[in-house]
C-alpha cells in the first residue's frame, strides 16, 4: 500500500513538473519570445497564460515600459574646435521584440550601449555645425529635435523606439571658459556702447528739437507783446488825445501834477530852475490861468 501510494504522489509530481514546463505566462508588462531550438517561432504573446512544448519550446521576456539611461560626462568637439563636457540621458522602449533580439540577442546592456552610441553621433553631428556660443544660446528643443530625428531612424535596425532624448547639462572645460566668457564680454560691451551712442545721437536730436522750439517761442512772444505794446501805446495816446480834446486846462493841470509828484518825491532832490520858469506855474497860480497850455517837455 506505502509503495502504491509513493508511486502515485511520483506521478503528481511528474504531472505537476510537466504541467508546469508545457505552460508560461505573460504579464501585460512584458513582451514574451518564443523559440524552437534557438530559433524563434512566435512573438506577438497577449498577456496571460500561453502553452509550450518542453524541452522543445523555451521561452524569453523583455521589458514593455520605457527605459532611462543616462550617460553623464562626456565630451564634443564644437566647430571651433573647443571641448564641451555634455550630460544627456535617452528614454527608450522595445517596438519590435523580434528584431530587437536578432540585433542584441535580448541583452539590455547592448541595446543601451548602441543606443547611447548612436546618441552620441548625433550630438556629435549637431555640435559640429555649432560654435560654442551658438550651442549655449542655442534653443534646446531645435537641439533635441534634431537628435530624436537622427537616433530615432538609427534606433529602428534595433527594434527600439526613441522616445526622449534630452541634454541635461553643458559645461565649458576650465581652459576654454575663460576665453569664451571674455569674448562674450566684449561682445556685450560693443553692444552696450552702441546703444550709448545712439541714445547720446537720440539726445543730441531732441535737444536740438527743443532749442529751435524755445527759440521759436521766444521769438512768437516777443513779436506778440511788442504788437500788444504797440496797440497800448497808440491807445494810451488816444486817450490823451481825447482827454486833451475836451478840456486843456485840466490836462495840462494833471500833467504839471504829475511831474511835481515825479520829480520832487524824493529825499534830496534838487531842482534848478530860472524863478519865471513855466514849470511852476501852477504853484504860482492855484487855479491855473487860460495863457498858453505848459508844454509836454
Not at 506521478?11 to 508545457?22: D, E, P, R, T
Not at 539726445?203 to 529751435?212: C, G, L, P, T
Amino acid at each position: 500500500m506505502g509503495n502504491k501510494l509513493g508511486f502515485v504522489l511520483i506521478l503528481v509530481a511528474l504531472a505537476a513538473l510537466a504541467v508546469s514546463m508545457a505552460v508560461f505566462t505573460v504579464d501585460e508588462r512584458e513582451y514574451a519570445v518564443k523559440f524552437r531550438f534557438g530559433e524563434i517561432i512566435r512573438t506577438d504573446y497577449a498577456p496571460g497564460l500561453h502553452f509550450k512544448i518542453p524541452f522543445v519550446n523555451n521561452v524569453k521576456k523583455f521589458e514593455k515600459r520605457i527605459l532611462t539611461r543616462n550617460n553623464p560626462n562626456e565630451e564634443f568637439l564644437t566647430s571651433e574646435k573647443k571641448n564641451l563636457n555634455v550630460d544627456f540621458y535617452v528614454k527608450w522602449r522595445i517596438t519590435d521584440v523580434g528584431q530587437y533580439y536578432r540585433a542584441t540577442a535580448g541583452n539590455e546592456g547592448i541595446a543601451t550601449s548602441r543606443l547611447i552610441e548612436i546618441v552620441k553621433d548625433g550630438i556629435r553631428a549637431q555640435f559640429a555645425k555649432r560654435t560654442v556660443q551658438q550651442v549655449v544660446t542655442a534653443d534646446r528643443r531645435e537641439l533635441t529635435d534634431d537628435l530624436m530625428k537622427s537616433a530615432g531612424q538609427a534606433a529602428q535596425e534595433l527594434g527600439i523606439e526613441v522616445i526622449d532624448v534630452r541634454v541635461k547639462r553643458l559645461d565649458l572645460p576650465d581652459e576654454v571658459s575663460e576665453s569664451v566668457f571674455n569674448r562674450m564680454r566684449q561682445e556685450r560691451a560693443r553692444t552696450a556702447s552702441q546703444l550709448r551712442a545712439e541714445g547720446a545721437e537720440e539726445a543730441e536730436r531732441i535737444r536740438s528739437d527743443a532749442d529751435r522750439q524755445r527759440t521759436v517761442i521766444l521769438a512768437e512772444a516777443y513779436r506778440d507783446a511788442e504788437k500788444i505794446r504797440g496797440e497800448g501805446d497808440a491807445k494810451a495816446a488816444e486817450t490823451y488825445a481825447s482827454a486833451y480834446e475836451q478840456d486843456r486846462e485840466f490836462y495840462n493841470f494833471h500833467r504839471s501834477m504829475q511831474a511835481y509828484r515825479e520829480t520832487m518825491g524824493g529825499d534830496g532832490d534838487v531842482l534848478v530852475l530860472e524863478p519865471d520858469s513855466e514849470f511852476f506855474r501852477y504853484l504860482k497860480e492855484p487855479f491855473g490861468t487860460q495863457q498858453a497850455p505848459m508844454s509836454d517837455n
